[in-house]
């Protein structure tokens, strides 16, 4: 039967799996081969993770975060070109002298005058950074586009990104729709869901691709308070479908 819980202030605890998930407030722990991975959903679009001693943050963006008080990372993994996902000032203060930054060429477009030396990653590659596995994944509209016709998110110029940490893999799908590409994953522990209308799917596209690649739990993200409904409506697409959890970090 298909779990589903809503992270309050109280901590809670469940078995995934063979292992114990913690949780509190917007931070939850998933536990890996090789110690815990600790995740934390800043806001809209943007996470941080904490594994091995290092920081990994997603798509930092000061909207939704005072970076000056967030740890520096080691690894920076950006989606898209899009302010909310691409914003320079979060990256000035979470940079230090060794922080690797992951980004797409139509990312790297608009940051040439500030003379750094990110790592490319376009659809379909696979690298290993600052010692994890890394897969870019596409992330793009199929249905929502702007009135000229062009899609809010064109294929080729975002990245989902699935990330290694031991024997679990996390999927954070960034700006996309229930593409085949997402709806072909495979063994995926944890996936990140955007549901943002029109700029990314809504409640069946994302029951619709979640029901096609299984990931193992799903964290609801990108999400805004006008579109609260999304949410609940995926919830109820998804009853009766065994062995997801759905995870709501608030």
């Known amino acids: 039967m298909m779990r589903f819980l809503l992270i309050g202030m109280v901590l809670l605890v469940f078995v995934f799996g063979m292992g114990i998930y913690a949780q509190a407030a917007q931070t939850d722990i998933i536990p ?17 993770f904490k594994y091995g001693g290092k920081i990994i943050h997603v798509d930092p963006w000061t909207k939704v975060g005072d970076y000056s008080s967030l740890p520096k990372a080691d690894l920076i993994l950006i989606t898209h070109h899009h302010r909310d996902h691409l914003d320079i ?19 790297a477009e608009q940051i040439e005058a500030m003379n750094w030396s990110p790592i490319l990653m376009a659809n379909g590659d696979k690298k290993t950074v600052s010692g994890f596995s890394i897969e870019a994944i596409p992330a793009y509209n199929l249905v929502h586009k702007r009135e000229d016709g062009t899609p809010f998110h064109p294929k080729g110029e975002g990245n989902g990104y699935i990330l290694t940490f031991a024997d679990k893999r996390i999927y954070v799908a960034g700006d996309t729709e229930n593409t085949p590409e997402m709806k072909a994953l495979e063994n995926i522990d944890a996936a990140f869901i955007p549901m943002n209308l029109p700029y990314t799917m809504d409640s069946a596209m994302a029951a619709d691709a979640v029901k096609a690649f299984k990931p193992r739990l799903v ?17 109820e697409l998804m009853k009766g479908f065994d062995d997801v959890d759905i995870r709501i970090l608030k």
């Open 89 to 107: 000032a979060a990256l000035e203060q979470i940079l230090k002298d060794n922080t690797v930054v992951v980004m797409t060429q139509k990312c």
């Open 32 to 48: 890996t081969a090789k110690g815990d991975l600790k995740i934390t959903l800043i806001g809209h679009g943007t996470l941080m």
């Open 219 to 235: 964290y609801p993200y990108h999400t805004t308070s006008s579109q609260e409904d999304q949410v609940p409506g995926f919830i």
